[in-house]
């Protein structure tokens, strides 16, 4: 089911809130409650959730708010007694969080209750330091403790980030090159595997059992070239993935708008890989999405398939998705931490995987728990329509990982 992603802004509020109305709640990490002798169990999607954001990021991005609460899907726990699950109390780093995606991105990190420290890292040539990022984070009301860190471009990032990544449990990786006109996708993967490769050094040296989460394009390369790397090096694939929940936040909300049922009672799961034909939403597997006429079906797959660009052109060229791509990273991020801390929480990955035989690596549904990956899940039953799109994606899918073996092959971290 759908992990919840909600974000408090303040504490005190919802302590008051509690102490007025349910004075005998128990309350738990996701301030679900249960109230003596009305309710046996949590509720999931809490009554007690007052979620927003707001930021304001560099290059004009001005204001932007965001709220959420996904609890939907998951099955509630049990109380034990009377204590409830702790908030954890991780470091998570943000590598490239000076950007457009990495401002919004450690925000949104910075006021998940499971981060107890985060680091904020980028280059001193970003438009914004690191340091004054997390600088204007730190003045949060929140427990969080916020650290900047900078290297230059003749600086290794395996030599100078080790404050930065000791003892991350999970790095988010924003960062790379944006696709240029004429470009082609061989060439940016050339370019962004550099880049990724780098910090993914650097992660094996220092924070070898983290999460590294990438948002790397193109990340149907990128993630397979990464995770052969660790392989080489002794080190667990499964703890590089790539993000892709964007592609299930866009069909959420496409379904949503088509059928009128709010995208929080919507869960799509995409497969495949995060570009162009691999992108898959699985339409048929959600009780909303499956009454959708047939025939609207192929137009609404590729409303999903080119959400960036639609952004991109709206933007005028200017931008792409940042503010929705952070959104989509930290709902993932959030994910992993939840399983981290005990609650095995479930959203589609891209990641090294023997779901469909004949491609190494291939996003679907994945759960994540103590140690991180836990279970990568099937793809489940799928209609005729569906099966066919699924071997187009794979037959392109299969082209792009090969460029990441092929990498991988030929350097080693």
């Known amino acids: 089911?759908?992990?919840?992603?909600?974000?408090?802004?303040?504490?005190?509020?919802?302590?008051?809130?509690?102490?007025?109305?349910?004075?005998?709640?128990?309350?738990?990490?996701?301030?679900?409650?249960?109230?003596?002798?009305?309710?046996?169990?949590?509720?999931?999607?809490?009554n007690w959730a007052f979620s927003a954001g707001a930021f304001a990021t560099a290059g004009g991005l001005g204001a932007a708010a965001l709220l959420a609460n996904r609890e939907r899907h998951q099955k509630a726990p049990q109380c034990e007694g009377f204590f409830a699950p702790r908030k954890g109390n991780f470091k998570v780093c943000v590598c490239g969080g000076s950007g457009g995606i990495g401002q919004p991105l450690s925000l949104l990190m910075a006021l998940d209750p499971n981060v107890g420290e985060l680091s904020v890292y980028d280059l001193t040539v970003a438009m914004v330091?690191?340091?004054?990022?997390?600088?204007?984070?730190?003045?949060?009301?929140?427990?969080?403790?916020?650290?900047?860190?900078?290297?230059?471009?003749?600086?290794?990032?395996?030599?100078?980030?080790g404050d930065c990544l000791k003892d991350c449990s999970l790095v988010l990786v924003p960062a790379g090159m944006p696709r240029k006109p004429g470009q082609t996708r061989d060439d940016l993967f050339k370019i962004n595997a550099s880049i990724a490769k780098e910090v993914v050094e650097a992660c094996a040296?220092?924070?070898?059992?983290?999460?590294?989460?990438?948002?790397?394009?193109?990340?149907?390369?990128?993630?397979?070239?990464?995770?052969?790397?660790?392989?080489?090096?002794?080190?667990?694939?499964?703890?590089?993935?790539?993000?892709?929940?964007?592609?299930?936040?866009?069909?959420?909300?496409?379904v949503g708008?088509?059928?009128?049922?709010?995208?929080?009672e919507?869960?799509?799961?995409?497969?495949?890989?995060?570009?162009?034909?691999?992108?898959?939403?699985?339409?048929?597997?959600?009780?909303h999405a499956a009454k959708i006429?047939?025939?609207?079906?192929?137009?609404?797959?590729?409303?999903?398939?080119?959400g960036g660009t639609d952004v991109v052109n709206a933007k005028n060229g200017k931008g792409s998705a940042t503010?929705?791509?952070?959104?989509?990273?930290?709902?993932?991020?959030?994910?992993?931490?939840?399983?981290?801390?005990?609650?095995?929480?479930?959203?589609?990955a891209y990641v090294i995987s023997d779901v469909e035989s004949d491609v190494p690596y291939f996003t679907s549904k994945v759960t994540f728990g103590k140690t991180g990956v836990e279970k990568v899940h099937p793809v489940g039953k799928l209609n005729k329509y569906e099966e066919d799109r699924l071997k187009e994606a794979k037959a392109a899918l299969k082209k792009e990982i090969q460029s990441g073996l092929d990498y991988a092959r030929e350097t080693s971290l």
């Open 1 to 46: 089911g759908k992990n919840s992603f909600r974000f408090l802004l303040s504490q005190n509020t919802t302590d008051k809130m509690f102490a007025r109305f349910a004075p005998q709640c128990l309350r738990s990490s996701s301030r679900s409650c249960v109230v003596a002798g009305l309710a046996p169990t949590v509720h999931a999607g809490g």
């Open 129 to 161: 330091p690191p340091g004054g990022v997390a600088a204007d984070l730190s003045h949060l009301e929140k427990r969080v403790k916020v650290a900047g860190y900078a290297k230059s471009l003749d600086q290794k990032a395996v030599d100078v980030l």
């Open 205 to 254: 040296k220092h924070c070898p059992n983290a999460v590294v989460a990438l948002i790397v394009n193109p990340v149907n390369s990128v993630v397979p070239a990464m995770a052969e790397l660790y392989k080489k090096k002794g080190l667990d694939p499964k703890k590089i993935l790539g993000v892709t929940t964007l592609d299930c936040v866009r069909a959420n909300k496409f």
């Open 257 to 264: 708008e088509i059928t009128g049922v709010d995208p929080d």
């Open 266 to 287: 919507i869960e799509v799961p995409v497969i495949g890989g995060h570009a162009g034909v691999t992108i898959m939403p699985v339409f048929s597997q959600d009780k």
């Open 293 to 306: 006429p047939e025939s609207q079906i192929p137009a609404l797959d590729k409303h999903v398939q080119d």
């Open 323 to 348: 503010l929705s791509m952070a959104y989509a990273g930290a709902r993932l991020g959030k994910a992993v931490l939840a399983g981290l801390n005990g609650t095995p929480t479930t959203e589609c």
